[in-house]
């Protein structure tokens, strides 16, 4: 739930990569763990997979990947951190 609200109200500049905060988890965090980002998405045909954060920068400066859809696909990976990092320590 904390993810959920802090990753929501996050600074994520719309088409702006550069000083993105957003960017930077999925730069150091989730491509480096899970080698791929998939995005979310029923209106524009469904899942994106992304596996270099090139491509993701491309489609969001281009407004092609919205503000919205990364933010649900970086917390829904980052939920996904958490919950192996917990059941390891359990």
Do not use: W
Request: proline share 3%.
């Amino acid at each position: 739930y904390a993810v959920n609200k802090k990753i929501s109200k996050a600074h994520c500049p719309e088409r702006t990569v550069a000083g993105n905060p957003c960017f930077e988890y999925v730069k150091y965090l989730v491509l480096p763990r899970f080698n791929e980002f998939v995005v979310e998405n029923e209106k524009n045909g469904g899942n994106k997979t992304f596996t270099s954060f090139e491509d993701i920068a491309a489609d969001y400066e281009s407004g092609e990947l919205s503000r919205e859809d990364l933010k649900k696909a970086l917390i829904k990976a980052l939920n996904i951190m958490l919950q192996v990092s917990t059941s390891l320590c359990e």
